[in-house]
């Protein structure tokens, strides 16, 4: 099964900054979701990046993916404080279609 | 479309006790999943079941876990007798097959255990 790794741990940054957080993973992927989680909550998907896909937006978010080197990144740009969260990437490959997830970024926005 | 339902929202028991989950995922989600998320870790998954069929459940502490999906619809997520350390948010996931893979996961919001 799959799991990505999230970096940093923790990030926190002022609001209008932007944010960037890493994930990396080890075998070969369909695709690779990331997902937020408010405090108390269930998750939220955000994007889903297909592994023949090198860059994706959606709103304020930007999603990279680089399989050569097993890793992608997201990027939220102007945050807000509404941004702070806990952020996991799950890579998904392979007939099971289940996710399995790591510790997740948990990324505070500063007013 | 609505979303997965799961209730109840909080639960406090004791040690030794049992307690059960519900979940009810979006209409025509054929694959649903169980995950315990203990506070500052990612979820992990407990189970997976497509339609009622169990497809992984190689997480489970079935000494003291159960979880059925009858008629492929809701779900029951049961434990018992309940430790100390079963303290966790409990999510139920549901995901579309019809879509193939490339299909993101829809999660409730949880079921927050605490035994004391």
């Known amino acids: 099964s799959q799991q990505g790794e999230e970096d940093p741990q923790a990030l926190s940054i002022q609001e209008g900054e932007n944010a960037t957080m890493n994930c990396s993973y080890k075998?070969?992927?369909?695709?690779l979701q990331w997902y937020r989680q408010n405090s108390g909550r269930g998750l939220v998907h955000l994007i889903l990046?297909?592994?023949?896909?090198r860059e994706k937006h959606s709103g304020r978010l930007r999603v990279t993916l680089d399989t050569s080197k097993k890793s992608s990144s997201l990027l939220i740009t102007a945050s807000r404080a509404a941004d702070t969260a806990s952020y996991f990437c799950a890579p998904s490959g392979g007939g099971a279609q289940k996710l399995v997830f790591g510790q997740g970024t948990r990324l505070t926005i500063n007013p | 479309e609505a979303g997965v339902a799961q209730s109840p929202r909080y639960k406090i028991i004791e040690k030794r006790q049992s307690v059960a989950f519900w979940c009810n995922p979006i209409s025509g989600h054929a694959t649903l999943y169980w995950y315990q998320q203990i506070l500052g870790q990612g979820p992990k998954l407990l189970i997976q079941?497509?339609?009622?069929?169990?497809?992984?459940d190689s997480q489970l502490p079935k000494d003291r876990f159960s979880a059925e999906r009858l008629k492929g619809v809701d779900s029951t997520l049961k434990i018992q007798p309940a430790k100390l350390e079963d303290s966790a948010v409990y999510l139920c996931a549901s995901r579309s097959t019809r879509h193939g893979p490339n299909y993101g996961y829809t999660f409730g919001s949880g079921t927050r255990l605490t035994v004391v």
């Open positions: 075998t070969s992927i369909n695709n």
């Open positions: 079941f497509q339609n009622n069929g169990v497809v992984d």
């Open positions: 990046i297909r592994s023949n896909e």
